[in-house]
């Protein structure tokens, strides 16, 4: 794997546009897996205007690209404020989102952009950067765990009694 390095900068308006339908096309396929597709679009939808009321102007929030040396945006992230405590009682940030363009994706950038995250966090005087990632996911998991991210809780399920999309069996 290449040594890569980014900076990251805040997101222009048209970014944060692009970036958020990027977001929530991704969780609405991630969903759509448990829940029927209209639900699971209107709970992504939703996460955005829960956490990100203000859109990328929203406090305690960084709407973020990546660029390589060479000036190229290689990726975005969103991190914030950690949404398992109350607002300001953790020294922990979340990491809502990452994402690596196709162009520039298994050539290490995604390690760059969590490492550049990671330096973002503890200027603000933060000590942990959290996230969730889909159990599906492997390429995301593999990522994380390389970069020293380990397993906090986990949450399983198994569908019984009914099809994937809630309906009961007749």
């Not at 162009?103 to 200027?123: I, M, N, P, S």
């Not at 492997?138 to 099809?163: D, F, H, N, P, W």
Request: hydrophobic share 40%; glycine share 12%; with cysteine.
């Amino acid at each position: 794997m290449d040594d890569r390095s980014v900076t990251l900068r805040r997101m222009t308006e048209a970014e944060y546009r692009s970036a958020t339908e990027v977001r929530e096309a991704e969780t609405t396929a991630e969903l759509a897996r448990l829940m029927p597709e209209e639900l699971a679009r209107e709970r992504s939808r939703a996460g955005t205007a829960t956490f990100l009321p203000q859109g990328r102007a929203t406090a305690g929030h960084h709407l973020v690209v990546a660029e390589n040396a060479a000036g190229e945006v290689v990726g975005s992230a969103w991190i914030g404020p950690d949404p398992r405590s109350g607002a300001g009682t953790s020294g922990t940030a979340w990491l809502y989102h990452i994402r690596v363009l196709p162009g520039f994706r298994r050539r290490g950038y995604g390690a760059a952009v969590l490492a550049a995250a990671e330096r973002l966090v503890a200027r603000e005087g933060m000590t942990g950067l959290a996230l969730n990632v889909f159990g599906g996911n492997e390429a995301a998991i593999a990522l994380y765990r390389r970069c020293g991210y380990g397993v906090q809780a986990m949450s399983m399920s198994k569908a019984v009694g009914g099809t994937a999309d809630g309906t009961a069996h007749r």
